[in-house]
Nanobody, 127 residues
Framework: QVQLAESGGGLVQPGGSLSVSCTVS????????MAWFRQAPGKEREFVSA????????KYADSVKGRFTISRDSARMGSHLQMNSLKPDDTAVYSC????????????????????WGQGTQVTVSS
């Protein structure tokens, strides 16, 4: 059974940095696409970032471009999301999602295409 587990969330002041990670167990995919989505209270889930292992291409939402960096975990299936210059608007539950194989670049943003999801980790940006 494929399971995803996020870690690294927490409370940080505006302008600070935080890193969240996603680890996969129960599967070994040589090629996969992994994305991060977030959902703030009262708002819909939104795409944050994604990475494809086939060509290491990455994609970011405009709202986080230049501040967030996604990377693949070199030792195991998973990814890391480094978040810098955090703003209160970044406050949300961050969840990772996994697709076995290579999603089309333009399709990385669609949450309904990912069959595997983690439980999420809370990120709160507040002074």
């Amino acid at each position: 059974q494929v399971q995803l587990a996020e870690s690294g969330g927490g409370l940080v002041q505006p302008g600070g940095s935080l890193s969240v990670s996603c680890t996969v167990s129960g599967a070994t995919f040589t090629d996969y696409s992994m994305a991060w989505f977030r959902q703030a209270p009262g708002k819909e889930r939104e795409f944050v970032s994604a990475i494809r292992t086939s060509d290491r291409s990455v994609k970011y939402a405009d709202s986080v471009k230049g501040r967030f960096t996604i990377s693949r975990d070199s030792a195991r299936m998973g990814s890391h999301l480094q978040m810098n210059s955090l703003k209160p608007d970044d406050t949300a539950v961050y969840s990772c999602a996994l697709y076995r194989g290579r999603l089309a670049y333009g399709s990385l943003i669609y949450s309904n295409l990912y069959p595997y999801w983690g439980q999420g980790t809370q990120v709160t940006v507040s002074s």
